[in-house]
């Protein structure tokens, strides 16, 4: 057998051997490190995820409770108003075997002018009620000249939107005639109303639509809806309208004996 003799190690093969084990450590102190670090830097990602969640499902718990309590508060509103609100049940229709097509009928008179109604279009629906907001279309004629003076369905300019006319019905908002002619008329149906002297414009006329003093008018109505709130003025209001338009005024309830004043009080 060969037996091969190690010869005597130079101190430069030394330092290598050092150089290249702490070379080793090194790296391996660095992998290590690194995979300590990823180790930790993952950790602290998940952390931070975790609260973006949790700081996300607050903000949910936080609005879905708001939606809840806006909710609540709307439902609180509507109960009040509908206790507030007086009601008429549309169920209780009773239609009237008189109301025919194409006859004339007296609605109201006094001693200085007079309202007639004639259906052109039976209605069968409610009738409305003093202090009720009803929606309607109109046109308004001179009885003489047969001169159109208004009509909701045309267009007052380019781009406004074609509305149908509102008021309150039966507490002098329009004139006398309008307050007797929509009173008797029912849910739908279409009527010629015609008014004179105090039921119209009275004594004083309307400049602005052409309508002379005393002038006999013509409109034609579609009543189109009913609302079911009821407001009635209150005592103030009565007497400062009257006041206001003496021609306008509807007297209920014996108020009009308060108003015997020569000038307004206030």
Same mark, same amino acid.
């Given at each position: 057998?060969?037996?091969?003799?190690?010869?005597?190690?130079?101190?430069?093969?030394?330092?290598?051997?050092?150089?290249?084990?702490?070379?080793?450590?090194?790296?391996?102190?660095?992998?290590?490190?690194?995979?300590?670090?990823?180790?930790?830097?993952?950790?602290?990602?998940? !952390?931070? /995820? %975790?609260?973006?969640? @949790? *700081?996300?499902? +607050?903000? #949910? $718990?936080? &609005? =879905?409770? !708001?939606? /809840? %309590?806006?909710?609540? @508060? *709307?439902?609180? +509103?509507? #109960? $009040?108003? &509908? =206790?507030?609100?007086?009601?008429?049940?549309?169920? @209780?229709?009773?239609?009237?075997?008189?109301?025919?097509?194409?006859?004339?009928?007296?609605?109201?008179?006094?001693?200085?002018?007079?309202?007639?109604?004639?259906?052109?279009?039976?209605?069968?629906?409610?009738?409305?009620?003093?202090?009720?907001?009803?929606?309607?279309?109109?046109?308004?004629?001179?009885?003489?000249?047969?001169?159109?003076?208004?009509?909701?369905?045309?267009?007052?300019?380019?781009?406004?939107?074609?509305?149908?006319?509102?008021?309150?019905?039966?507490?002098?908002?329009?004139?006398?005639?309008?307050?007797?002619?929509?009173?008797?008329?029912?849910?739908?149906?279409?009527?010629?109303?015609?008014?004179?002297?105090?039921?119209?414009?009275?004594?004083?006329?309307?400049?602005?639509?052409?309508?002379?003093?005393?002038?006999?008018?013509?409109?034609?109505?579609?009543?189109?809806?009913?609302?079911?709130?009821?407001?009635?003025?209150?005592?103030?209001?009565?007497?400062?309208?009257?006041?206001?338009?003496?021609?306008?005024?509807?007297?209920?309830?014996?108020?009009?004996?308060?108003?015997?004043?020569?000038?307004?009080?206030?």
């Amino acid at each position: 057998k060969e037996t091969r003799v190690k010869g005597p190690r130079t101190p430069g093969a030394k330092k290598l051997q050092m150089s290249s084990r702490k070379r080793n450590r090194e790296e391996e102190e660095s992998e290590s490190e690194s995979d300590s670090s990823s180790s930790s830097d993952s950790v602290e990602q998940k !952390k931070k /995820k %975790k609260s973006k969640q @949790k *700081k996300k499902d +607050k903000k #949910k $718990k936080k &609005k =879905k409770s !708001k939606d /809840k %309590k806006k909710e609540k @508060k *709307k439902k609180k +509103k509507r #109960k $009040k108003d &509908k =206790k507030k609100e007086i009601t008429v049940s549309e169920a @209780k229709v009773v239609l009237d075997p008189n109301e025919k097509v194409g006859f004339p009928k007296l609605i109201a008179q006094d001693s200085s002018g007079m309202c007639e109604k004639k259906i052109i279009k039976l209605g069968h629906g409610r009738r409305p009620v003093k202090g009720q907001e009803v929606m309607l279309h109109c046109k308004g004629f001179l009885m003489k000249s047969r001169k159109k003076f208004w009509d909701t369905r045309v267009k007052k300019a380019e781009g406004v939107k074609v509305k149908p006319y509102k008021f309150r019905v039966g507490v002098g908002k329009v004139i006398k005639g309008w307050d007797s002619g929509v009173l008797s008329m029912r849910l739908g149906e279409v009527a010629r109303i015609v008014v004179s002297g105090s039921f119209g414009y009275g004594v004083k006329g309307n400049l602005k639509w052409g309508i002379p003093p005393n002038c006999d008018l013509e409109f034609e109505m579609e009543l189109l809806n009913i609302a079911n709130e009821i407001v009635l003025p209150d005592k103030y209001e009565l007497m400062k309208q009257k006041v206001a338009n003496k021609h306008t005024f509807i007297d209920r309830d014996g108020i009009g004996s308060m108003l015997s004043f020569r000038s307004a009080p206030f």
